[in-house]
């Protein structure tokens, strides 16, 4: 399936972590909240996996073999086109100066080990918002279509639409890329995600759901069929 549309669908984290238990852990709880995972095991990679090409945010161990965190941070910095990446410091330093001079030397965060995962998770969606990789969610629109993420409710002008989870999933998907035409598998990457084994015709079943819910009497069909290409949000005029 596409990596291009799961960089576009999937927030990417570099995790830059030595301890392979801990980098098991990190892969496993970041793609189940959605992210796309990269890895590194020391400094020298990090800069190499950065320069073939830019994550979205950087979990970065300090106490790393050969080159420290910090100086990978520097390095980072000093870079133009690496200047404002997102980057938080993991550390087991636990001292209030190694938090000063983590985040002097770059970090736009700094979360101490043992962390609760949790709160690791909130502080990654909060730099992803403010960086703008992460929509803030809110209200999307289409036409007379509206999503209203935080009430997770959705309405078709006077109407309001009651969808199973999947079916609003991939409506949400259609509406923050409106227009844009999506094959079966790339729909599968974004809404089932990689790791579900899933037919690509189960696409098709739930796109019948989808329009058995948001087309009414009289109103115009607004998934588009592309024949042999895929689907979109959109309206034939």
């Not at 990190?26 to 020298?44: H, I, M, P, S």
């Not at 073999?65 to 087991?92: F, K």
């Not at 101490?112 to 403010?130: C, E, N, T, Y």
């Not at 035409?181 to 990689?194: K, P, S």
Request: glycine share 6%.
């Amino acid at each position: 399936m596409p990596d291009a549309l799961g960089s576009l669908a999937k927030p990417t984290i570099l995790v830059v972590e030595d301890e392979a238990p801990l980098l098991t852990l990190l892969r496993y709880n970041l793609e189940k909240q959605g992210f796309r995972v990269e890895e590194a095991t020391d400094g020298q990679e990090a800069l190499m996996r950065v320069a073939e090409g830019r994550p979205d945010l950087i979990l970065l161990d300090w106490m790393l073999p050969a080159l420290s965190g910090l100086e990978v941070c520097r390095q980072i910095r000093r870079r133009p086109n690496t200047r404002d990446l997102p980057i938080i410091m993991v550390t087991a330093r636990t001292e209030d100066q190694d938090a000063v001079r983590a985040l002097d030397t770059g970090a736009d965060d700094y979360i101490s080990k043992p962390f609760v995962m949790d709160a690791l998770m909130a502080r990654i969606r909060a730099l992803l918002r403010r960086s703008g990789s992460v929509p803030v969610k809110g209200r999307l629109a289409y036409r007379d279509l509206v999503m209203d993420q935080d009430a997770h409710r959705v309405t078709r002008g006077p109407r309001s639409l009651h969808l199973g989870p999947t079916e609003y999933r991939l409506l949400e998907f259609f509406l923050q890329h409106p227009g844009r035409v999506f094959t079966r598998e790339q729909l599968l990457d974004a809404v089932w995600g990689r790791d579900i084994h899933v037919e690509p015709r189960t696409v098709d079943v739930h796109i019948r759901r989808l329009r058995k819910a948001v087309n009414g009497e009289e109103e115009a069909d607004i998934i588009r069929t592309v024949r042999s290409a895929g689907y979109a949000l959109d309206v034939e005029e």
